[in-house]
Nanobody, 121 residues
Framework: QVQLVESVGGSVQDGGSLRLSCVTS??????MAWFRQAPGKDREGVAA???????IYSDSVKGRFNISTDNAKNTLYLQMNSLKPEDTGRYYC?????????????????WGQGTQVTVSS
């Protein structure tokens, strides 16, 4: 059974930084990603990373966010810098057991419970 346990999010001011983490119990061959959803909006792919280190980012976070993994710890990270109020939302850690980098939600069968990130202006 795949388990994804996200760290607690947080609240920061415009321009601040946060780091999210997600611990998983799955084997190494996987693609992991972060998605987010703001109230009243569709779920949005933020970033993904394959087991070969390939990364992909949405245009809205490119240059500000960095996705990484620590395979020894089975942990996924999302370093978020220069945060904006429009980054506010619930962030979800996801996983698929193939090495195929994507930020299409339909490709991910496993989802964490989500963690709230709030950026105030």
């Amino acid at each position: 059974q795949v388990q994804l346990v996200e760290s607690v999010g947080g609240s920061v001011q415009d321009g601040g930084s946060l780091r999210l983490s997600c611990v998983t119990s799955t084997p190494t061959l996987r693609t992991m990603a972060w998605f987010r959803q703001a109230p009243g909006k569709d779920r949005e792919g933020v970033a993904a990373i394959g087991s070969d280190g390939t990364t992909i980012y949405s245009d809205s976070v490119k240059g500000r966010f960095n996705i990484s993994t620590d395979n020894a710890k089975n942990t996924l990270y999302l370093q978020m810098n220069s945060l904006k109020p429009e980054d506010t939302g619930r962030y979800y850690c996801t996983l698929r057991v193939t090495n195929d980098c994507s930020i299409r939600a339909a490709m991910y069968p496993y989802w964490g419970q989500g963690t709230q990130v709030t950026v105030s202006s």
